[in-house]
């Protein structure tokens, strides 16, 4: 079964109301790095740590390659590493099989995964969460993050049924508030029960001889798990799996044990066919290529798989089970056997019959500290997801390597799968990437929280904008869909608030009038006072162009006393954008539901879209709004009682005048507060970016409060 697509979140038009390196790295176009981590050990299991560029051999397809960069990692003393390699921190992901577990055994791997987050996780490393489940297939519950505290969410809302995946519209990288979460963890026997009924019934049916049912389960779950497999190509370095399962039962794939085929050969003698199985002589061969493939595609993919199978010595044989204690030793062997098949392919390895899984998990976290990162220039692919197998040869004796079997190029976006878009969102979130695929203009405006909401009064509503000019996109075709993402982060990067919007355009006069005009997107954000990081990530999905922006955000205390300022801003007054915003307060998305929200940039109760980095060159005033808050207000005339003091600075931070301006309308509206409109025109400027500064003033308490909004000049 395949993840849910993205939600779709509501798009509302707005009107317009206003080392030692042999080679160095080449950087001609086409030619991509190719990197493989090998882990060398000696003869009694020892990492080595004293090889050079001249001790490794690297083949391509079996043709020697030169290699650019060899060098030992994870020792601490890697300087920068060179253009073009990735950096080398490692991405962890917990992989829960509830398929084919004990629910005590899902019970311990579950404790020793949060146990392994808090005390034996390095410093650094980005973790995922997924499971496998007969009704969900591969599920990802938590995205690559190196907030510790997602990950131990995630890891402990496997004790839910009914709502284990995190919110799929913030690319699995921002839980379910808390709010929205299903009943407490603490029944984890009683919300799981579910499902390790499902997981006996999976487990007693080749005892049963439903062999056809078992082998279709396991297709799938080979499939899904290949798939899987595949998709964390897209997270660039070294991913180590830690897979928690007891395994499937080999059997499914053909052959027999020693004492099946005596029992079978001795009915055989008296003449009896009953009870015998044909199918379990024969080799499975659709399963077979499925394991091999799902095995390999690990390996390609850059992880190295580590299978803990979490059932204890005491859980050997299956609740219900009439067989006898020899036979369940016999199948726990069988089940043990693949996971050893996938581990040794990576590189990886497998812990049975373990009591203690923090000794498993520990060494883990050891053996994968030191490696040796090989690089070497690939030749240009053709983006088809050809497959190329690797091969590396070390010259000195008594060494064995370990080592990725292979990779597969590039493929076109349009062949992503959910999960591997998701994970591309995350890969640029994590390590804070800048892209300039798709040009744009963002900027946000910061309004404070409705004081009828009691729980979110003191959260402000940021008003994030991105938008796209129209030329970059050319003539447009066909039908376009932008992914647009926001998330606010603060100082260690834990992500505190997120949006997603899918935006879909398929009429041809919209079409056209992005392609003039572009496209601007606003969609909010509720913070509560301090400072942030706002990045902004927008995908196009017929192409996979990727553009991201990034800005500083300080959220002011509007609840404290005395005068506030929301950021003034130009309206898009007379505007060729489209624009578009991305919520509807009467049909709010997930995350905003329970909450009384509004659209908050409204003049006179009509939404407005503002305009970013206005042409103040153009001909005829330009609007600015200016929203007023705690201010004192004079009797006599019921108007605010506020000084505005405008000024002009240029990127050097000059003054360079005052704008042409008039107050055009003032509204006093029932919270207090004053919206104020004024139309203004700037001195005569040349061309450049620059920024009108507000300061407001209330003479009867000298509180005051300064907002600059940018603009430019052809």
Partial sequence: MRIPAIALLFVVALPLCATTITHPLQEEAGVSIIEV????????????????????????????????????????????????????????????????????????????????????????????????????????????TTDRHKVLEAVDSLSFTKARDFLADSAGLVPKPNFLQEPNSSNLAQSMALEDENSLVIRMGIKQMDTMAYRSLVKEYLTQVRDFARSLDVLDGRKYVIFFSAGFDTKVIGGQTLKEAADDAEKLIQGSFIGIDPSSREIDTQLLDLLTTAMSSFSSSDCRLYCIDPSTVAMGVDPGSSTSDSDAVDASLRRQTSLGMFASETGGKVFKNVNDLSGPLSSIVSETRQYYLLAYNAPPGKGDGKYHALKVEINRPGTKASFRKGYYESKPFGKFSDIEKKIQIAE?????????????????????????????????????????????????????????????????????????????????????????????????????PGQYKIKIIIRNNQTGDVGSRDLSLTVPNFSSPGLHMATPCFLAKGSNWMNVRGYDPQHPPERLKNIHIEYPLEYRNKACAAAIYPNLSQPGDHMVLIKLYGIE??????????????????????????????????????????????SIRPPSLEKGIYWLRLQALDPGTSHTAIETIPFFVE
Wanted: charged share 25%; hydrophobic share 40%.
């Fill in 633 to 678: 207000v004079d009797p006599q005339t019921n108007k605010p009682k506020a000084g505005l003091e405008w000024r002009i600075i240029d990127a050097d931070g000059r003054q360079k005048g005052i704008p042409t301006l008039s107050l055009a309308q003032s509204t006093k509206l029932p919270d207090d507060s004053y919206d104020l409109l004024f």
């Fill in 37 to 144: 981590p090998v882990y060398v050990t000696s003869h009694d299991g020892k990492p080595v740590s004293d090889l050079k560029a001249e001790n490794f051999t690297l083949y391509e397809d079996g043709k020697k390659k030169d290699l650019v960069f060899a060098q030992l990692m994870g020792t601490g003393s890697v300087g920068s590493l060179p253009n073009g390699i990735v950096e080398s921190r490692g991405h962890f992901i917990l992989f829960f099989d509830l398929t084919f577990n004990q629910l005590g055994g899902l019970k311990r791997a579950r404790d020793a995964a949060m146990q392994f987050i808090n005390e034996q996780l390095p410093p650094g490393e980005s973790v995922s969460v997924f499971s496998f489940a007969l009704t969900d297939g591969v599920k990802m519950l938590l995205n690559f």
């Fill in 428 to 528: 640029i979130v994590n390590k804070d990437r800048q892209l300039n695929r798709l040009a744009m203009n963002v900027q946000a405006l910061i309004f404070p929280g409705d004081p009828r909401d009691v729980r979110w009064k003191d959260f402000a509503r940021v008003l994030v904008q991105a938008a796209l000019p129209g030329p970059q996109f050319g003539t447009i075709e066909k039908n376009m869909e932008f992914d647009i993402y926001g998330f606010a982060s603060i100082s260690n990067n834990t992500i505190v608030d997120y949006f997603h919007g899918l935006f879909k355009v398929k009429d041809r006069a919209d079409l056209d009038h992005i392609a003039q005009g572009g496209l601007s997107y606003t969609d909010l954000l509720l913070l509560a």
